[in-house]
T-cell receptor, first 108, second 117 residues
């Protein structure tokens, strides 16, 4: 798995877009970028993943830079229920290892 | 979508006793499952990889004789914390990968909060 770096915490106003960055400069060519989130005392929840192209689903959008060294998870209209720790993971071929993540707090 | 069920969600046990935690893939077969532990305000730490029909692979620093893993079927892996001590109190989480879903990563159980008194 690639080493990932994320800011430890971020705040976002309710209804605004939340943009969570992740640096994964050591990611190899065949490793995916995965995003999960964990709400207090629950198991991690899958959000989205991508390899090279930008991806969008009902939860979020994932923007991956052309050199694949970083990505940004976008929650287009953050709600209070999006308050959680967000984990960016590079790899996932053989296992899933977590970094420290970003604690996102959505404020009213 | 893929669902992983973990049981129990909470357990309190006395020091010296053993506790078994079950992890089941409900709608898919998982040849590989993973066990994590998480301390308060910390990230998930991979403990071991559970392989169906063979021995588990433990991460460095994790005692295999203390954390017994059995993966006897394609839908069930168990983690037994033996001779539990208060320092084993933690949040234990399992995950499994549905290979039929391509590269959709791993599905996680809801976790088990173990308290050793």
């Amino acid at each position: 798995d690639a080493k990932t770096t994320q800011p430890p915490s971020m705040d976002c106003a309710e209804g605004r877009a939340a943009n969570l960055p992740c640096n994964h400069s050591t990611i190899s060519g065949n490793e995916y970028v995965y995003w999960y989130r964990q709400i207090h005392s629950q198991g991690p929840q899958y959000i989205i993943h991508g390899l090279k192209n930008n991806e969008t689903n009902e939860m979020a959008s994932l923007i991956i830079t052309e050199d694949r060294k970083s990505s940004t998870l976008i929650l287009p209209h953050a709600t209070l229920r999006d308050t959680a720790v967000y984990y960016c993971i590079g790899g996932g071929t053989n296992d899933m290892r977590f970094g420290a993540g970003t604690r996102l707090t959505v404020k009213p | 979508g893929a669902v992983v069920s973990q049981h129990p969600s909470r357990v309190i046990c006395k020091s010296g006793t053993s506790v078994k935690i079950e992890c089941r893939s409900l709608d898919f077969q998982a040849t590989t499952m993973f066990w994590y532990r998480q301390f308060p305000k910390k990230s998930l730490m991979l403990m071991a990889t559970s392989n169906e029909g063979s021995k588990a692979t433990y991460e460095q620093g994790v005692e295999k004789d203390k954390f017994l893993i059995n993966h006897a079927s394609l839908t069930l892996s168990t983690l037994t914390v033996t001779s539990a001590h208060p320092e084993d109190s933690s949040f234990y989480i399992c995950s499994a990968r549905d290979h039929g879903q391509g590269n959709y990563g791993y599905t996680f159980g809801s976790g088990t909060r173990l308290t050793v008194v």
